[in-house]
């Protein structure tokens, strides 16, 4: 079955970092867009991070601006997300999705067509 999976997350404290992986298992998604997303408990999937295929298109949510930053290696077949400076409140989990649409609907999780099973990122005070 084609999918995304996730690695890298784990429990780091306020200002700590970590970079998370995903890799698709059963097929290539060199020529998808590739977005990661978040979700804590209670609240709704929120948007992270978007790269492009050839990675010359690169959007973020203004929460992680300047601290998070995504990345791809498509000989590889893996996406990056290097997460600094991390706050408690970036504590969720955190999917990785593929999607061929346009850009303008980066943020609408309903507009990617693959999804990971997720990784747990908690950030302690």
């Known amino acids: 079955q084609e999918q995304l999976v996730e690695s890298g997350g784990g429990l780091v404290q306020t200002g700590g970092s970590l970079r998370l992986s995903c890799a698709p298992s059963?097929?290539?998604?060199?020529?998808?867009?590739m977005g990661w997303f978040r979700q804590a408990p209670g609240k709704e999937r929120e948007f992270v991070a978007l790269?492009?295929?050839?990675?010359?298109?690169?959007f973020y949510a203004d929460s992680v601006k300047g601290r998070f930053t995504i990345s791809r290696d498509n000989a590889k077949n893996t996406v990056f997300l290097q997460m600094n400076s991390l706050k408690p409140e970036d504590t969720a989990l955190y999917y990785c999705?593929?999607?061929?649409?346009?850009?303008?609907?980066?943020?609408?999780?309903?507009?990617?067509?693959?999804w990971g099973q997720g990784t747990q990122v908690t950030v302690s005070s």
């Open positions: 999705a593929a999607t061929l649409r346009s850009y303008n609907y980066r943020t609408n999780p309903r507009r990617y067509d693959f």
């Open positions: 059963g097929r290539t998604f060199s020529n998808y867009a």
């Open positions: 790269i492009s295929w050839s990675g010359e298109n690169i």
